[in-house]
């Protein structure tokens, strides 16, 4: 294929590469070097999508990251990504990009009709239109907006690329590589400080790629090049291109995306993108300055582009964006535009400009309009002419428009700075309050002569070198070509029929800002919710200020007074893979496993996750084919012989020193004190509003060392707020804490024959018997001929129990000869879902009881409130709601007809009453079937419940349709005397 | 965020856990004859301020030392950190 708009000579890319490519199927060839978007308008590709909302035919506009047309959809299958920017996307063989938003073809699209019901569907559309009738919404309006709506699509398959994250330190972060960021980053670089230079091109040189100005007496690009190779030699300078900063963070920390395989045919295993979090001492933003257009009819069909978008295609790509090109400017860069195309051979039909001044040079043949403006534009998928407000009509297949240029001050404003308004350029520039270390420099600083930005790059580094204390390098004096840059603010072309767009890409016109105003929505930030002015992925950048101006004349204020939207991250857009980088599938989070844990995989066990834990759930054996045939044979096996069961995963917290009696004392609500070496017991923890936080068993193994477990789900915050007594409220107690959870593996042992069980372990001058160590004894032993071992004689289940814990390494073993031991009673390893049955048969609360919402009255466990001391919670615990005598109590209950099975989150109403929430007395908080009952029990709280034993309410269920008739019993279904566990 | 810990030096904020308002440290006397209105007001009542704000940080993925930060809640502006142990001590708080 001929490319037919590639200009004879010149511009940065290499002819000798040929790539080709694919377009809506056809197939294309470009130069190495070339973006999409360049390769395209090569070929002579005008239209390359269509708008959003009235899908009318778009062109490429742009030659940068600020593009708001050319979106596509890059390559196929999974690796499909939608609203890709053209003019970001750099050329390789093989690429296939196809164009997006339309249905049929990109030429006739049928979805083309919202063109012509336009007036219908102006700004505050969908607000106004889709209110009545309301079952429409859901049934008909938001199904056919969504069929319509959106614009590339989602492959639906996994994204198959890899993703990576990774920190950087620099003493300076040089943002863009453009004059100010080069003559920046060759200072600081010089200077011998860490500098990063990043820029989203994949060359570097900014303005001096696309513009014909030389420094130092070479071409720009060639001191671009030169310099390049001179950072890149420092040892102390990383240049990072294909590389956007899109975020500032606070204390000088910024956030990079690293395209390091979009450019390739292939990722080949590589990571595709890199999220760099950037921690700097300072950072210089050199992000440049964006051309912005001029609202007049019809300025959004193909070939009308913006000016440095085509003087950047024809001197840096080497590509001319039309036969013949007008242009339409209220400052002097157009002209600019209009001498280098002359200069590569690309006549120039008409310049028009708006001021009233004399004429600049303008090349041979061009026409010069001054004072002049476009007030519509012909052709029907590509411009054929242009109108002016003569009447005159100008042939031309291109149209360059300058509206003047505004800063790229994005970044300046993510934390709190506000821009300032800047009349001389009629521009926004950097205000105050600027992110911690954030200076900046050039264009971005709204200084557009390229000698300025050249000293300005150099004058900022060298400012912050003087507060490093460092001496600046030697200058070697830049010298640069000039420019003009004179601007006289001009925003909208009022002449003319059509619509004037402000944003392409949301399709925001100059009457749907005139009508939002008209409406009422006359803050910035309304206008931009009520039009959708500057939120699309292009966030504005061509259309932010212009809208803003045209507001400010609605409303008969001036700029300044109307205000300014501020920015945001990120940048540009940023890819979620990106951001999980490799926190995906099992590496979404980190899993913990128990030392037992691949023991219990063999044994069958299936597993659950229990925060980040993994515990095992029940253990199926053969035959079994539903979890509850398991969980009920470990339940009767437990209760009739002996179960064992992994509870490694409850916190253990070491707490010891002179004081450690005492603050234990003062964290739990019930007694402490004197709890004797050699002694465990039950403990509460309140918080210090007078509720529950958690529950668990301390032992006291010496006179100044206690072991604290926890629940597995509160072990850390418990843990949290035992530092925060310790070092914040008695920082003079003498006692120290260590997370011990994962020192030690545990097991629970329970049944009658646990401690026929265990004495087959024990080594022999250890005596477990019943007088020797009865119900709530502790020590330290050993087992299994020397294995240190931590003993408890507790119980969860309620049967004679133990749990013993051993150093970790042993923890798999372990419970491969607590099972081997067990072998000639029958043991059974059980799972939560046993554990769960049993505490339910028992009356043991966890975490369903205690929510964080409920008391230790609530519970039933009033008495371990004590009243001879101090206790974190113990004053308001005493609030007058915490204590009222027909207050929440935890009973257990049972169905009326056993038959039935009850549902926990079901709400108790008296019988006769109505389901209203006045009538609610309460809920269920656990459930289960009780294979030694053979019913289906419950826990839950109920208004006076230890004063109702015996009577019937119903377990309202409305949810799932299912309200039963239930009884109110004691929360002991089993043993309530307690014998089985002191025998 | 970047908290520069008085023992260990500058250490990003994802380390810590975020607790509030530094009074906390200021545990009303239970014995006092209006105790109840004193620990309601220690537990429920915070100030909210623009500005200048103590509070209190874990350094739950390091040493877990509890610290004071003195933190700008417009700009994150951290002007100063304590360990909170030695706040503590200073206003008063002994055993």
């Known amino acids: 294929m001929t490319q037919a708009f590639r200009l004879a000579k010149g511009g940065l890319v290499d002819r000798s590469q040929t790539l080709e490519f694919r377009f809506d199927g056809a197939a294309y060839n470009g130069h190495g070097g070339d973006t999409l978007a360049s390769a395209l308008l090569a070929n002579g590709v005008r239209m390359v999508g269509r708008s959003f909302k009235y899908h009318r035919p778009r062109g490429i506009f742009s030659a940068g990251s600020e593009e708001p047309n050319a979106l596509v959809e890059l390559r196929r299958g999974a690796r499909q990504e939608p609203n890709t920017r053209a003019t970001m996307a750099e050329l390789f063989g093989g690429l296939d990009a196809r164009s997006q938003n339309y249905r049929g073809s990109l030429k006739y699209d049928l979805l083309a009709v919202n063109d012509l019901f336009s007036p219908f569907l102006s700004a505050g559309f969908y607000y106004k239109t889709f209110m009545w009738p309301k079952p429409f919404w859901e049934k008909l309006y938001e199904p056919a907006i969504r069929a319509a709506a959106g614009l590339g699509r989602l492959s639906r398959e996994p994204d198959p690329d890899v993703y990576d994250k990774g920190y950087l330190h620099c003493d300076i972060l040089v943002i863009g590589a453009g004059p100010s960021g080069l003559s920046a980053a060759l200072t600081a670089g010089r200077a011998g400080v860490r500098v990063i230079l990043a820029d989203e091109d994949f060359r570097i040189g900014g303005r001096l790629n696309a513009e014909t100005l030389g420094v130092n007496d070479m071409a720009g690009s060639d001191w671009a090049d030169a310099t390049r190779a001179e950072l890149a030699s420092m040892d102390n300078v990383r240049v990072m291109t294909r590389t956007t900063v899109f975020g500032a963070y606070d204390h000088g920390v910024y956030g990079a995306i690293e395209r390091q395989t979009d450019h390739l045919p292939h990722s080949s295993g590589k990571p595709r993108q890199v999220l760099w979090r950037i921690y700097t001492r300072r950072a210089i933003v050199c992000a440049g300055a964006t051309e912005r257009s001029i609202a007049f009819p019809d300025n959004d069909r193909p070939g009308v582009m913006l000016a440095g978008g085509v003087r950047a295609y024809a001197n840096r790509f080497a590509v001319g964006t039309g036969r013949s090109v007008s242009i339409f400017t209220n400052n002097d860069t157009g002209w600019r535009t209009a001498s280098d195309l002359s200069a590569k051979g690309v006549p120039i039909a008409a310049i028009i400009d708006t001021r009233e001044i004399s004429p600049l040079a303008a090349p041979r043949g061009a026409a010069v309009v001054m004072g002049g403006r476009v007030t519509g534009t012909k052709g029907r998928h590509c411009v054929r002419s242009i109108t002016l407000a003569g009447g005159q009509t100008i042939e031309c297949d291109c149209l360059a428009v300058s509206g003047g240029w505004s800063p790229n001050v994005h970044l300046t404003c993510h934390q709190r700075g506000r821009p300032q308004w800047n009349e001389d350029i009629a521009a926004f520039t950097p205000g105050g309050d600027m992110p911690f270390g954030m200076r900046v420099a050039g264009a971005a600083n709204g200084i557009y002569s390229l000698q300025n930005c050249l000293a300005d790059g150099r004058e900022t580094a060298v400012g912050i070198l003087d507060e490093f204390g460092l001496n600046p390098p030697a200058d070697d004096a830049l010298t640069a070509d000039e420019e003009a840059a004179s601007i006289s603010a001009f925003w909208h072309v009022r002449e003319g029929k059509g619509r004037a767009f402000v944003d392409l890409q949301n399709d925001v016109t100059v009457k749907d800002i005139r009508l939002s105003h008209q409406e009422g929505f006359r803050s910035v930030e309304h206008l931009k919710r009520y039009s959708t002015l500057g939120m699309a992925t292009d966030q504005g950048r061509t259309a932010n200020v212009l809208g803003l101006a045209i507001l400010a004349q609605a409303s008969g204020k001036s700029i300044p007074e109307t205000g300014t939207t501020i920015f945001r991250p990120p940048y540009t857009p940023v890819a979620i893979g990106a951001i999980a980088g490799r926190s995906r599938g099992k590496e979404f989070r980190s899993v913990r496993k128990t030392p037992g844990h691949r023991w219990a995989e063999k044994n069958g066990a299936k597993f659950v996750e229990s925060g980040l834990w993994m515990r095992a759930q029940w253990f199926a054996r053969e035959g079994e084919t539903h979890w509850r045939q398991s969980c009920d044979r470990e339940v009767r096996q437990t209760r009739a012989s002996v179960g064992i069961c992994d509870v490694t995963t409850l916190g253990k917290i070491d707490i010891q020193g002179r004081d450690a009696a005492e603050f234990v004392n003062r964290v739990y609500s019930n007694g402490f004190a004197k709890l004797p070496v050699g002694k465990c017991r039950y403990g509460l923890v309140l918080r210090e509003d007078g509720l529950v936080m958690d529950d668990g068993t301390t032992a006291r193994l010496g006179e100044n060392h206690f072991v604290m477990t926890t629940t597995t789900a509160n072990a850390v915050t418990v843990f949290r707020h035992l530092e925060f007594c310790r070092q914040c409220l008695w920082p003079g107690l003498d006692v120290h804490l260590i997370s011990v959870t994962e020192q030690w593996a545990q097991a629970a042992i329970a049944g009658p024959n646990a401690r026929k069980l265990l004495e087959k372990l024990v080594d022999p001058d250890h005596d477990i018997s019943s007088d020797a160590f009865p119900f709530m004894a502790c020590g330290e032993i050993s087992v299994c001929g020397g294995v240190p071992t931590r003993l408890f004689r507790i119980s969860f289940s309620g049967e004679l129990a133990y749990e013993i814990a051993v150093p970790a390494r042993y923890g798999n073993s372990l419970m491969a000869v607590l099972m081997q031991a067990g072998e000639e009673f029958g043991a059974t390893p059980y799972g939560v879902e046993a554990l769960n049955v049993m505490r339910i048969e028992k009356g043991h609360a966890t975490g369903s009881e205690l929510n964080g919402q409920t008391s230790a009255r609530d519970l039933g466990l009033g008495r371990m409130m004590s009243d001879r001391k101090d206790y974190i919670g113990r004053v308001l615990s005493q609030r007058e709601h915490l204590v009222r005598e027909d207050g929440l109590k935890l009973v257990g209950f049972k169905p009326v007809d056993t038959a039935q099975e009850l549902k926990a989150g079901a709400h108790f109403i008296a019988k006769g009453k109505e389901m209203t929430t006045e009538n609610d007395e309460g809920w269920m908080t656990s459930v289960a079937w009780s294979p030694n009952l053979q019913t289906s029990i419950g826990l839950g709280f109920i208004e006076r419940g230890d004063s109702r034993i015996g009577e019937t309410v119903i377990a309202a269920d409305p949810l799932r349709e299912k309200s039963i008739e239930v009884e109110i019993v004691s929360p002991h279904f089993i043993d309530p005397e307690g014998e089985r566990l002191r025998g | ?95």
Do not use: C
Not at chain 2, 35 to 56: I, M, S
Not at chain 2, 77 to 82: A, L, Y
């Open chain 2, 1 to 95: 965020m970047i908290i520069n810990h008085p023992l260990l030096g500058p250490r990003d904020a994802s380390e810590f856990t975020y607790l509030g308002d530094a009074s906390l440290i200021d545990r009303p006397d239970p014995e006092a004859d209006d105790a109840a209105k004193q620990f309601h007001d220690y537990v429920y009542l915070r100030d909210n301020p623009v500005g200048e704000h103590r509070e209190l940080w874990f350094h739950e993925h390091g040493d877990r030392s509890w610290l004071v930060v003195t933190r700008n809640t417009l700009t994150h502006e951290i002007t100063r950190v304590e360990l909170a142990k030695d706040v503590a001590i200073a206003r008063g708080r002994r055993r």
